[in-house]
């Protein structure tokens, strides 16, 4: 394994860096004071609409050629493989809304790449497009309340043909990027054919135009109190929602297949943004620590907190070193050869996140659970995604599975 980077990536690298350093850690606050200004609570979810300092920056990263970074294969992208982006994946994870700055923000990312693997030309030409240069956002529709959706099997959603045209009934909820008004697509997953033989081949995923009859947003769904607006987590009504028979993607009982290929690459984005995180967390620590004076002493002097700042250090390292493993044998062998490893770092990732995240917390006192310092918000995202694109435990059971397999023949 060679996690060398090649030049084009150290010289990404460094403008990618230099543009964080210039244009995203200044505006920290600036950005969550807009955010407070345009009122984006739960309640008022209707209104969410662009950030201005993200809009007034996204040109800006465009000029720098720090543009639709993740997308390997198109050539409308940044033409990096899954280590190369991992690297660029982790700066832009130092804060989290700076992803969207540079168009490479879930779920527009794995949309954008389903399409591009999976859609006509057509499908692109349409909805694609528009999404690679930034003008409308998407969402992905596919976990449901009434089932555990962890297994996919459950979805109890369809999508019923009817002449020229689908018919889409179901409930889903966390569908993120729903709340944003910017939001005109919705990739929805369902059954096709509900009672076929083949479980794996009764799903399909289909397209669905915002503004199409017969679809309600009820509400978005706060995360530990937090809104994660302008984007949103909503729970959505699907009540006989019609579009074409051309909306289909890949063909009918494909919804598994295309799943296995745009969750892959989601999953190596999800833990390097938390790699970025931790790290930042792990400079607060160290800083609290320095600077605070308990009983007399800085806390950098006390043991407890040094043996979590070195156990952060470890975690951290440990972490990295296995996503961009995963991320090497996913270029060299794809996604369904790779999927241990791709199990094994969405387990690590998170819940590496949540322990640096939560010790930097306990560093910094009352204020650690407060707004004041980004903590109590990065632990709710690392949280959160132990759940997001399968829970630990779904994860777990597939690495043991998989684990056993090769002593089952001996």
């Given at each position: ?18 543009f ?11 950005y969550?004071?807009?955010?407070q ?22 040109p ?7 543009w639709?970074?993740?997308?390997p ?5 940044g033409?990096?493989?899954n ?5 660029l994946c ?15 923000s879930?779920?527009d ?39 555990a ?14 002449g ?10 966390w569908?993120s ?17 509900p ?10 995923m ?12 009820k509400?978005?769904?706060p ?18 929602v ?7 993607l ?10 296995q ?16 995180q ?43 070193l296995l996503?961009?493993?995963a ?28 322990q ?6 306990q ?6 659970v ?5 903590l109590?918000?990065?632990?709710s ?19 043991a599975?998989l ?8």
């Open positions: 394994m060679d996690f060398d980077l090649s030049p084009k990536v150290k010289e990404l690298s460094a403008r990618l860096n230099a964080m350093e210039e244009h995203i850690y200044p505006n920290q606050d600036l969550q004071q807009q955010l200004e345009m009122g984006y609570g739960i309640e008022h979810w209707e209104n969410w609409g662009a950030v201005p300092i993200i809009e007034e920056l996204k800006k990263a465009r000029a720098a050629g720090l639709n970074l993740f997308l294969d198109s050539g409308k992208g033409g990096l493989s280590l190369e982006y991992a690297t982790e700066i832009m994870g130092r804060a989290l809304w700076s992803a969207e700055v540079f168009n490479c879930a779920p990312t794995g949309n954008i790449e389903t399409l591009e693997r999976f859609g006509t030309e057509e499908q692109k030409r349409q909805w694609m497009d528009p999404l690679l240069a930034g003008e409308i956002r998407s969402c992905f529709a596919m976990t449901e309340p009434d089932v959706s962890s297994d996919a099997r459950n979805i109890g959603s369809t999508i019923i043909r009817d020229d045209e689908y018919v889409i009934n179901g409930r889903k909820w569908s990027g729903s709340g944003d008004s910017r939001c005109k697509l919705f990739i929805f997953m369902g059954k096709t054919d009672d076929g033989a083949d479980v794996y081949r009764q799903q399909s289909i397209l669905v135009p915002r503004d199409t009859p017969g679809i309600t947003i509400r978005m769904l995360v530990f109190g937090f809104s994660d607006a302008p984007h949103g987590h909503g729970e959505i009504i699907f009540d006989n019609r579009v074409p028979v051309s909306n289909i890949l063909g009918e009982g494909r919804g598994f297949e295309i799943a290929g745009r969750l892959g690459p989601g999953r190596i984005h999800h833990c390097m943004r938390l790699i970025g931790a790290e930042v967390a792990l400079e607060k620590m160290c800083k609290r620590a320095l600077q605070r004076h308990p009983f007399g002493k800085p806390l950098a002097d006390q043991g407890v907190t040094r043996e979590r700042i070195a156990q952060s250090r470890i975690l951290i390292d440990q972490a990295r996503v961009l493993n991320a090497d044998k996913m270029d060299k062998v794809g996604n369904r050869e790779a999927r241990k490893e791709i199990g094994m770092i969405k387990v690590a990732a998170p819940n590496m996140a949540c640096v995240i939560d010790w930097a917390i560093a910094h006192g009352g204020g650690g407060s707004n004041d310092f980004g109590s918000y990065a632990y995202r690392a949280r959160a995604i132990r759940l997001a694109d399968g829970p630990d435990e779904v994860h777990r059971d597939q690495i599975r684990e056993l397999r090769q002593y089952k023949t001996q």
